[in-house]
């Protein structure tokens, strides 16, 4: 039986207050994107989980269609919270989204009140949870009236099956539509969730601007943009990493010359700071006073602690963020 660390909350990641609400998520959330399906080794898969909560962190960030196939890691997850984590539901925070492409038909994607609520149900039948902590719409669509989009988020509150809503990838003027409505229906937004990292800034003159004016949390996810933000690639593409899987969304192609360039010397400063590439690249993350969160992405209890290592020096001088800004 899994007895999880009596030092958790102690020997901790440390946690901060998300937007203007009462709710504190852990500095580093965990997230499942990858390394939880079924054709992930799912032994690691628990030791990450059991390693991450006896380190403090209680925040594990689901969506619909993560893992191979789609759902898989929903249904990992929710075998894995049944074995050993029952007990402590309630020290738990775990968050999941619909907005992509999760089946056939006109029903399984978008914004739309039908695939939203669907998905949920679906989403809390294969991890076997009465309820999810975050529900996030994981996209804007166009296509559908974002007063829909809303009105099934904030429904799903009022039901008792998401305890706080958020949105991810918004455009800034959606986003801020967005808050404007749940805040009328009674369900304000907790949390926006966007793609955040020193190689993708595009996020810091308007989304975090807009998050922070509104009382809502910033979440970021791809700190370490797909593992490119590491020393995984400073020699090459090694084999069982992302870009050399035929069904990940990081490609062999993006990681150029002129990339790679800029890896190395983004690594020459992490290593003057005594850090790793990818400590420093989750540290420089927290330079914004609005980030609430990361999503950090594992494939191994060690590449966990040094995630979390990075929390021990988050200090910056200016010189030190001007040329890392300039690469």
């Known amino acids: 039986m899994y007895i999880p660390s009596e030092s958790r909350y102690t020997d901790t990641v440390g946690y901060n207050y998300c937007g203007k ?12 994107w990858h390394n939880f399906g079924d054709v992930d080794n799912l032994q690691e898969a628990e030791n990450m989980l059991k390693y991450a909560f006896n380190k403090g962190i209680t925040h594990f960030d689901l969506a619909n269609n993560y893992g191979q196939p789609f759902g898989s890691a929903e249904i990992n997850f929710g075998k894995m919270l049944k074995k050993n984590f029952a007990a402590y539901r309630d020290e738990m925070i775990i968050s999941s989204k619909a907005g992509h492409i999760m089946w056939p038909g006109p ?43 809303m009105g099934a988020l904030s429904d799903m509150v009022k039901q008792g099956k998401a305890l706080y809503v958020g949105i991810s990838k918004y455009p800034e003027d959606k986003a801020r539509e967005a808050y404007r409505i749940l805040r009328e229906n009674g369900t304000p937004c907790l949390i926006f969730q966007g ?110 602690q040094d995630n979390i290592d990075a929390l021990k020096n988050l200090h910056f001088t200016n010189d030190e963020l001007w040329r890392i800004g300039e690469i």
């Not at 609400?21 to 499942?32: I, T, W």
């Not at 998905?119 to 902590?133: A, G, I, N, T």
């Open 107 to 149: 029903y399984g994607d978008g914004g739309s009140r039908k695939y939203l609520i669907a998905s949920l149900e679906q989403s809390l039948k294969r991890m076997q949870l009465d309820y999810v902590d975050i529900f996030y719409s994981h996209r804007y669509d166009a296509n559908t009236p974002i007063e829909e989009t």
């Open 21 to 32: 609400s009462g709710l504190q998520l852990p500095r580093l959330s965990l997230g499942l």
């Open 195 to 304: 793609r955040y990292s020193i190689l993708t800034r595009e996020i810091e003159t308007e989304v975090l601007p807009a998050a922070s004016e509104n009382g809502v949390g910033f979440i970021g996810f791809s700190p370490l943009a797909q593992g490119m933000l590491s020393d995984k690639y400073l020699n090459g593409i090694p084999k069982n990493s992302r870009a050399a899987l035929s069904y990940g969304f990081l490609k062999k192609e993006q990681i150029t010359e002129e990339l790679l360039n800029r890896i190395k010397k983004l690594n020459t400063i992490a290593l003057e700071r005594g850090q790793t590439l990818a400590q420093m690249a989750l540290a420089w993350c927290f330079h914004q006073q609005h980030v609430t969160s990361l999503i950090i992405g594992t494939s191994s209890v060690k590449q966990l």
